[in-house]
C-alpha cells in the first residue's frame, strides 16, 4: 500500500485548511471515519476536504469545531471564504459557482436568458442592469466580471462537459443591439466549438410532448 501523501498547505487556500484539519484531526487521535460520524457528510467527502480538493460547507464546520473543540477556528474560515466568493455572486449561487469548478459535467436548461457559462460582458452588463436598475455601476460590473469569470473553468485541463438547453425565445430577445446580439451568438458558437459542448434549441413551434 503507497504511503499516505501529506497535502501540500502552501499549494492553495483549500489546501492550507485541508492540511490543517488533518493535524488537527490527528492530534485529536480520531479516523476519518469518527471525524465524520453523526454529521451528514460521508468519509470520502471529508477527505477530499483533507486532500484541499473542495472547500468545507458550514454544516460540515461547525460539526468538525464541535469534535475537534477548536474554537469555531473552521466556522469562521467558511465564513470568510463565503464572502469572499459571493463578490459579485448572489448568495443563492455561491454555491453552485464553486461546484461549477469540480464538475464533470454541466447541465442547464435555460427558458429566459442565456446561461451565465456562455454570456458576453454585454449581454452579462445588459440583463444585470435590467434586474437591478438602481445598482451603482460599480456593483454591475463587479456582477459582470464574476460571471464571465465562471467561464475560466473552460480552460483547464479537462473541462467539464457542458451541455445547454435554450429556449428559442432566449436567442430571439433583442437585449442587446443587432451588432451585440451577433456577437453573443459568435460567442456561443465559439466556446461550443472549442469545448465540444453541447447547446440545443427548443423551437418555439415545438408542442409539448406526451408521456
Known sequence: MPAKKDP??????PCF???????RREQAGLTLEQLVEGSFRGVSFLSQIE?????????LAR?????LDTDGFFQRRCEDAAKARRVGIAEYFADVAELETLARTIEDWAPTFVPGLLQTSAYARAVTRSAMPRASNAKVEEIVVARVKRAEL???ESPPKFW???????????????AGMAELLDHITEVVRATRSIA???????????S
Open 8 to 13: 501540500d498547505a502552501s499549494t492553495s487556500v
Open 17 to 23: 485548511y485541508g492540511a490543517e484539519l488533518r493535524y
Open 51 to 59: 486532500r484541499g480538493e473542495r472547500g468545507m460547507p458550514m454544516d
Open 63 to 67: 460539526h468538525v469545531d464541535q469534535r
Open 154 to 156: 473552460f480552460e483547464q
Open 164 to 178: 445547454a438547453v435554450l429556449d428559442e425565445s432566449v436567442i430571439r430577445r433583442r437585449v442587446l443591439p443587432p
Open 200 to 210: 440545443q434549441i427548443v423551437p418555439a413551434t415545438a408542442a409539448p410532448t406526451r
